[in-house]
């Protein structure tokens, strides 16, 4: 077992020993930090698939994880007013099944991310992370201005969703479901990594001209790179709006993207675990030190400037080292 | 007589004021090494890009095996089977030596839109990479990081990747570049038999495996072939000791 290898297990139970420890204390709100922690963490493993393997610096993803937390807020609240989302040409009710919500910020979110990424990956570098930036920003100011639903104010969920045979108002059950999520989605991208898929996108990062002569289009493998990684930031946001029962504008701002972001820097860009372990590391931090200021931040700030200047690996790559080439 | 693989019909380039490819012409036949050689700044490296299509044409036109290729990319010539390698190595760095040449094969197989299995199990691709290190004799460096190879080493890792396409013609842009004497007289050798499987349109500084090397000789200058011929014609042609060999005689 290599030291990363080693250093993944670990970080992998780090969130269900602590839920399950706070479980034990009667400590809810333990349990629902380490929910959202779990739920950034799959946030940022979807931004890691664009940014880690595909080196496309996405400071746009927050569009993606207020989709799929708007899919949540619009299906759940026509069901709690019981009102159809729309009649003709054919009916469309609201929903409380956390499944079908799901699917829907899947979909909404990789269709956007495809939008999106065929108009930004014409371009790279600075101006990659403009455009990227705006198409946020756009949906940002449109989820404000769209009084329909909530506007400014967004739209609360009286009851969390329903997942067959859990009772999802329980935190523990919830955590149950956050976790799971996450931990197949890092099953699925630690395949997607080392198959044909992942080797071609992390060329591309690498050497595009060498992927252009070996006659594989750099531009279709980013693409889809970037759909994929949108729908999982997608799925996050779904879940994290379940959590907190409410869905805002606050989603789409680049706050939110630049967090996602911090998640993958911290933890280690482009490391399977990197975003879990930059998510709950993010998270103790704002627990402990937002207790002693309020200004938590500013250490924040001081801590990535620290992992950027001197452990360009992150978390991880300050603790196992170099990635070794996969076998 | 057969038809050329490659034909290079009337090519420009300028950027501005310079003409850095001008009416250029000229065939690769099956089974021979055409050499390009010429000073410096003689517009070699535009021709190439040009060629393997990185560099759109003013005018002219590129046939490949009988078909015009003229408004197709990288990509698609690559496709079409041009086997390209960099006068520069353009390699994935933080690969391994034989993750390179597998990128290669999966190039040369075309399903890249694989996101499950992993890619260093799949036989077929990993043997066809081996394969192609085995052949420039880089099978023991296959675990190695790319980055962490010798000058010459990235050289013959270059021309293994090319391999692993299965090209129907080589394009090679001064392979020998930094070789030492032992390696390129080695890679030579191989280049020599190297014709039998595809013709090879050689670009190279590197005069003694020129002459030892090709079929036919094409002498680049200003942009202009200003000769082609066998080694020895172009050894005898006037305006090409005039233009080239003579500016070393001289030296």
């Known amino acids: 077992m290599t030291r990363e290898t080693f250093l993944n297990v670990i970080l992998f139970a780090i969130l269900p020993v602590t839920a399950l420890a706070a479980f034990a204390l009667d400590e809810p709100f333990i349990i629902t930090l380490a929910t959202k922690a779990a739920i950034l963490a799959l946030a940022g493993v979807g931004l890691n698939i664009a940014l880690g393997l595909g080196g496309l610096v996405s400071f746009g993803h927050a569009a993606f994880f207020g989709l799929g937390g708007y899919a949540m807020g619009i299906l759940a609240s026509h069901a709690q007013s019981y009102t159809p989302l729309m009649e003709t040409p054919f009916l469309i009710e609201g929903t409380k099944s956390m499944l079908v919500i799901w699917g829907v910020a899947i979909i909404a979110a990789a269709l956007a991310a495809l939008a999106i990424g065929a108009l930004s990956l014409r371009t790279t570098g600075v101006y990659f992370i403009m455009i990227t930036l705006a198409f946020g920003q756009m949906l940002y100011y449109f989820a404000i201005s769209w009084p329909a639903y909530g506007g400014e104010d967004g739209l609360s969920i009286y009851i969390r969703n329903d997942f067959p045979g859990l009772n999802t108002l329980d935190p523990i059950q919830f955590f149950a479901i956050a976790f799971g999520v996450l931990a197949i989605v890092l099953f699925g991208a630690g395949r997607l990594a080392k198959a044909p898929f992942g080797l071609a996108l992390s060329a591309a990062r690498q050497n595009a001209e060498r992927v252009e002569t070996v006659g594989l289009t750099p531009f279709r493998i980013r693409l889809v790179a970037f759909v994929i990684s949108g729908a999982v930031t997608g799925l996050a946001g779904a879940l994290f709006a379940d959590l907190n029962r409410f869905v805002s504008p606050t989603m789409f701002s680049w706050h939110t993207s630049g967090e996602i972001m911090i998640f993958v820097i911290l933890g280690g860009v482009g490391r399977l675990f990197g975003p879990v372990a930059g998510a709950a590391l993010f998270i103790l931090l704002e627990h402990t030190l937002g207790g002693i200021s309020e200004f938590w931040q500013v250490y924040l700030g001081l801590l990535l400037l620290g992992v950027v200047l001197f452990a360009r690996g992150g978390l991880i790559g300050t603790i196992a080292g170099r990635e070794v080439a996969h076998d | 007589m057969t038809d050329p693989l490659l034909k290079l019909s009337d090519l420009n380039k300028s950027f501005g004021a310079l003409k850095a490819t001008d009416n250029v012409s000229l065939t690769l036949m099956p089974g021979e090494i055409h050499a390009l050689i010429g000073p410096n700044g003689a517009g070699k490296s535009t021709l190439i890009k040009q060629v393997a299509g990185g560099l759109r044409s003013d005018s002219g036109t590129v046939e490949f095996a009988g078909r015009d290729v003229t408004p197709l990319g990288t990509v698609a010539r ?140 094409s002498v680049l200058v200003y942009g202009q072939v200003i000769a082609t011929g066998t080694a020895d014609e172009i050894k005898r042609d006037a305006a090409v000791r005039e233009a080239y060999l003579g500016a070393e005689d001289a030296a």
């Open chain 2, 78 to 217: 690559a496709r079409a089977g041009l086997g390209r390698t960099f006068q520069i190595s353009s390699l994935a760095m933080e690969y391994t030596v034989l993750q390179n040449t597998v990128l290669g094969a999966l190039g040369h197989d075309g399903a890249v839109m694989r996101f499950f299995r992993p890619v260093m199990k799949d036989r077929a691709l990993v043997d066809r990479g081996m394969a192609a290190l085995e052949r420039v004799g880089l099978a023991d460096q296959a675990a190695k990081r790319t980055a962490d190879l010798s000058h010459g080493q990235r050289r013959l890792l270059e021309v293994a990747v090319a391999l692993t396409l299965d090209p129907k013609v080589f394009l090679m842009d001064e392979p020998m570049a930094g070789l030492g004497a032992s390696g390129s007289k080695r890679l030579t050798g191989f280049l020599d038999d190297l014709r039998a499987q595809a013709p090879i349109l050689l670009v190279e500084h590197d005069m003694d495996a020129v002459f030892a090397l090709a079929d036919r000789i």
